[in-house]
């Protein structure tokens, strides 16, 4: 088969394993976020927008770097960037058991976890689509899934935490997470498969002709010439709403269902669902695009999610809010592989992690989404106006989504 001339496991899938485990270490504790969030308020007597503002500086300071660490992933290739990552994050989580004032929360959340996570995501991402062109689709969906397993297995641990030690001390015990796993892990991946003396799983197999996915042999776009893309805009677009009604959900829901009355220890176990869903999403999304096409799996994403977000409107049951987590979950993992995967499809992979790194630009403006429904909370004492403008936003991006074709340099139909 081509891309595994050796006998034995194709070394890519070892990648995506490794891929797997730094991004459940890395986003289960950025997620945490969310279970940190109502001791911070109870402990200062802080507004919801004084403590959600300090995750949307995160997002919008952490995807502001993406081009950078695109090019960094680029040419020193992921080991050095996941090194940055590991220090960043850890002394960042260390320094959170330390603040006492919301400018120390912004400098160490917003700024040094921010850059360290900024590090993590898109050079694991960039990677594995490097060593895949067959099955890119299910690899991604794979690596990514460890997202979910970190969001499903660390919230409750880390509310299990907090209730036993309080907020300060799990904060230090989860420091130590990022250097005592991701770092040892991060040392099995290489950018390219060249590295190990192999090709790119599937290299030289036709291409599918049914599914708009158009494998990286086609072309090499250059960042500019990526950017003059039609394509490339309703990506960034789609991408962008799709990002900032999760980062809601996810920095506001635990204390929107202990709002309800739900105890925290159920709500935060609710929030994990979010991401135990999200990995069947990714892999069955992900497998499903492989096949039927990046658009097709881009509605069965989208559309869950918008409905779900209608659902929280009337919500006020544990059994209501699970579901709700279960099938927003499935959705919003089905949207994660599909980016990477559309841009090694559309654009090659020579340039993948600075284009990937502008494209993850629209977390700039998706990262304001909790600020925002922090203030609609404040000022109206309900979530409501903000799950109706998450659903509004996903509905358009479900639309937006018919619209995706790839560059007519790469059309092979």
Known sequence: MAGKPRAGIFYGWIIVAAGFIVLMIVWGLQYSYGVFFESLCKEFGWTRTIVSGAYSVFMVLHCALYPVVGIVNDKYGPRKSLLLCVLLMSSGFALMSQINAPWQLYVVYGGVIASGIAFAYLPVISTVTHWFIKRRGIALGIATAGIGIGTMAL??????????????????????????????????????????????????????????????????????EAIRERGFWILLTINTLHMMVVQIIM???????????????????????????????????????DKIGRRQGYLLSLLPMAIMMLWLLQARQAWQFYLFSALFGFGYGGGVPLPPAIIGDWFGTEHHGSILGILSLGGVIGGTGPIVAGHIYDVTGSYDLSFIIGAVMLFIAAALSLLIKAPEANKQI
């Not at 919230?155 to 904060?171: A, C, E, H, M, N």
């Not at 009355?261 to 999200?278: D, E, F, N, R």
Request: no cysteine.
């Open 251 to 289: 920095v506001h829901l635990k204390t929107h269902i202990t709002d309800v009355g739900i105890p925290p220890m159920v709500a935060a176990t609710i929030l994990g669902v979010v991401g135990g869903a999200s990995i069947l999403g990714r892999i069955a999304i992900g497998n499903i695009s």
């Open 155 to 224: 919230l409750p641990f880390t509310q299990l935490l907090i209730s036993k030690f309080g907020w300060r001390t799990s904060y230090l015990i989860v420091a130590a997470l990022p250097i005592i796993i991701a770092f040892p892990v991060s040392r099995l991946l290489r950018l390219n498969p060249s590295e190990k003396g192999l090709l790119p799983f599937g290299a030289g197999e036709a291409i599918n002709k049914k599914t708009n996915n158009f494998p990286t042999s086609t072309r090499n776009f250059t960042v500019r």
